[in-house]
Each structure stands twice: as structure tokens, then as C-alpha cells.
């Protein structure tokens, strides 16, 4: 049976690829490099490099629904639109990278300068293609955190739920202070393809670093479920659960992490 299940794994995982390609073969990233985003709205007309922008580093100390609700950064690279200008007055990155706000007992660094000459701190963001030390090394950041096979090759859910990490959900002047809301039972979702596991779906899972807002009703229109129709080939394609799995959270070839419920 579990040899019928990779099987048709595999099938699944390479169809859908096909047809999310466009005849191109995408190279798997390294750990470190999965979930990178490369900003270049403006760097390279104003004569600077394009800024690297670790997730890795950051869904380790922020939830996905602090800067993409609160916050207000854009799902998609580039469809922000963040300039210098806005850092300085305190929006987007400049939210914390204000040279006040402190994190893990240390001021966190201040994004942009009005000063032109000051190309060190702008290195340390607008980095692609240059020698910039980071100040967190990938190996000794995840050195001690639960391991997974793809992505980052880091469990962020246990990581989570065991303690070793516990990202800020909530910045004051920022956020808004929410009520609970109570949080629906697992659910099952029955595969289309015969034979393969059902999905098992948590909203309590996704909720600790969702909230509601980043999947409804952007993502996934209904709360109901079963509202919203799609298919893996969309889901390979970018669109419902290969918004955030595939491109940030653990990617759409570890079928296993959600097709858990044998038939």
C-alpha cells in the first residue's frame, strides 16, 4: 500500500509540475535560499543593488499575518511597491527596522538612510550579487530546530509547537487587538485520484501563523467548506494552497505532510 501511495505520489507531483512549467525544469533551491525574495521595484534605477529578503529568518520571529495584514506587505514579490521614502517614515520594512524596536536583546537595525553616502547600511539589504556578511548564518540559526526533508529542511510547525521558536504575532500602534474566534475541528478532504490518502486539513495549525485574514477571502473566497473549487493543477500553478506551499511553506512535492488519512 505505501508503495502504491509513493507511487501515485510521484505521478501527481510530476504531472503537475509539467503543467505549471513551461517546458523549463526548475532546479531545486538549497535550504537557505527556499523562500528567498528578490525586491527590484526601484534598486537597480537608483543605482543600487536588488534586496535579498530571507523568509527564513523572519517567519522565525514575525507570523506570515502580522506583515501581510498589519504590516501590509503584498503576497507576491514586487507587488508592494516599497520605497526608501517609506521605510524612513515607519511603513513596511521601517515597521521594525527602526533602529528602536528590539528583538531577541538587540536593537533591530535601521532599514534606509536619508544619507546617500551611508552604502554600508544599504548593503546590508540590497545585497544581491555583493559580499555582504549576514549577521544570522542559515546552519547555526536552524542548527538546533526540528528537521524536515524539503523546504527549508526545517519543521516551522513543530519548531512552533515545541518552543523553539515563538514568532510576534502583535506590535503595539501597529495591530489591532483581536477577539478569539473559535477555532473549527480537523477536517477531511477527499482526494481526487483513487487510492491516494485523504487530506487532513488544521485550521488550528494554520491559524497560529495565519490568523484568518491572509486565506480569506484573498486566497480561499468561502468560509464554508467545500465553497471554493480548485484542483492540484491550480494549486501547482501558484493559486489556493500553492500561495504560500511551494513558495514559503513546505512545498507541494511533500505529499505525505497533508495526504495523512489512509482509504
Known sequence: MKRLFFII???????????????VKKKRPLPYDYGRVIINNYSEKEG????????????AKFTCRLCH??????????STGIKASDNIKGYYCGTCHNGKMV???RKVFEAC???????????RCHSMGKNVKKENDFNIFTEKLPKER????????????DGFIKPVDFIEGISIKRHSLT???DFALEAKVKGMPEIIFSHK????WNGCEVCHPEIFVGVKRGATKYSMVEIFDGKYCGVCHGAVAFPLIDCQRCHTKPV
Not at 505520489?9 to 517546458?23: D, M, P, R
Not at 543600487?48 to 517567519?59: G, I, S
Not at 538612510?113 to 548593503?123: A, L, M, T, Y
Not at 495549525?205 to 497560529?208: D, G, M, N, P, S
Open 9 to 23: 505520489c510521484l505521478i501527481l507531483v510530476f504531472t503537475g509540475l509539467s503543467l505549471a512549467q513551461t517546458g
Open 48 to 59: 543600487l543593488a536588488p534586496v535579498v529578503f530571507d523568509h527564513w529568518l523572519h517567519r
Open 69 to 78: 495584514v498589519d504590516i501590509g506587505f503584498g503576497m507576491k514579490a514586487g
Open 103 to 105: 528583538s531577541n536583546n
Open 113 to 123: 538612510s536619508k544619507d546617500k553616502e551611508d552604502i554600508r547600511r544599504c548593503e
Open 150 to 161: 524539503f523546504g527549508n529542511g526545517i519543521n516551522w510547525e513543530k519548531a512552533e509547537a
Open 183 to 185: 477555532v473549527q475541528k
Open 205 to 208: 495549525k494554520h491559524t497560529i
